[in-house]
């Protein structure tokens, strides 16, 4: 008869630990993910869904680590994930449109919407508002130095 297996101590330290520190990342940058998530999908309940896979990815366990500069993984990967998912919150499961609007369009900030929330390549964009890929990213770029200006 062999006796009962004792639990390893070490590894149930380390996976309370782990979970202590997600739950610190979601505390410190949950609501700034939720945020990117949902301007990609307004719909609130996906949007939570989105949010709770983020949090409870792997990659969150390389952060949770070494959290001193987790900001900028966390939106990539929240973007990421909501780029991910918004297919399949579509019936159709094709990309929209560029709509652009015709007058008072702030350019700097379509073009910045369209990259980051909507998922487009710089190449479509260039080719949907006519515009070099070069003009793209200026345009971008330019968006930047406002927000940081602001």
Do not use: C, H, W
């Amino acid at each position: 008869m062999g006796a009962l297996k004792q639990p390893d101590r070490k590894r149930n330290a380390q996976e309370v630990m782990r979970s202590a520190d997600r739950l610190s990342l979601y505390d410190r940058y949950g609501s700034i993910a939720y945020g990117i998530i949902l301007q990609i999908i307004p719909e609130p309940e996906l949007a939570q869904t989105v949010l709770i896979d983020v949090f409870s990815s792997p990659q969150i366990n390389s952060l949770a680590e070494g959290s001193t500069q987790a900001i900028g993984p966390i939106i990539r990967l929240a973007r990421a994930k909501a780029l991910d998912a918004r297919p399949r919150a579509t019936a159709l499961n094709q990309p929209q449109p560029i709509q652009v609007p015709e007058t008072n369009v702030n350019t700097e900030k379509l073009v910045f919407n369209l990259s980051f929330y909507q998922g487009y390549t710089t190449e479509e964009i260039a080719d949907k508002l006519q515009l070099s890929q070069t003009n793209v990213l200026k345009t971008i770029y330019t968006y930047f130095k406002q927000l940081r200006s602001s």
